[in-house]
């Protein structure tokens, strides 16, 4: 049987390490780095992505900054961010491409122990929280059955069945969150 796609095709993705700060409340995850963040070396790096546009609307970490700066204010808001996958094959960026066959995912115990405070987990978008729930979640949900797990809306263009504003709306209960935590 002829596979459905060429090998050429193929493009290995080596994620990246999470951004976190010392005491960080929420983590935000998607699946795995697209082309244009490969590239930039920067989760979220394709411009029409809105991830950053929320982010700077919600606590200040816009497009406009650069990206060290944003990464400091995620930081210090709490917010850390990863993505499920540690690596994995996929043709282009989009998240159904990805092959689960090759799929690394990556190592959640250790990180959680290290930042026990995270108390709320928000997938951006359902192939990440698909991944998560499948392959993290069903062998150690006992660990973490304590933590509140959300799934938002994809910031990806190719989720364009919101516009931007109802993102934003539905990734605001990130902000209300930690400001319950004061």
């Known amino acids: ?26 983590l935000i995850l998607g699946s795995a780095p697209s082309i244009a963040s490969l590239k930039k070396l920067q989760y979220y790096g394709k411009p029409q992505n809105a991830f950053w546009r ?10 406009e900054q650069i990206y060290e700066q944003r990464i400091e204010v995620l930081s210090k ?10 690596s994995c094959n996929r043709p282009g960026s989009l998240d159904s491409a990805i092959d689960m066959r090759s799929a690394v995912i990556n190592e959640f115990i250790p990180f959680m122990t290290v930042y026990a405070g995270i108390d709320h987990v928000y997938f951006n978008g359902r192939k990440a929280e698909e991944v998560f729930n499948r392959y993290v979640l069903a062998g150690i949900n006992e660990l973490w059955s304590d933590i509140h ?11 364009a069945v919101l516009n931007f504003e109802a993102k934003l709306e539905k ?12």
């Not at 929320?54 to 497009?63: N, Q």
């Not at 808001?77 to 540690?86: F, H, K, P, Q, R």
């Open 1 to 26: 049987m002829m596979p459905k796609e060429p090998l050429s095709n193929v493009s290995f993705v080596q994620g990246f390490p999470p951004i976190v700060g010392e005491q960080p409340r929420v």
């Open 54 to 63: 929320i982010m700077g609307e919600l606590f200040g970490a816009g497009p």
């Open 77 to 86: 808001a709490g917010i850390a961010v990863w993505d499920v996958l540690a």
């Open 149 to 159: 797990y959300t799934c938002l809306p994809s910031t990806s263009p190719a989720m």
């Open 171 to 182: 990734w605001s209960v990130i902000k209300t969150v930690l400001e319950q935590h004061g």
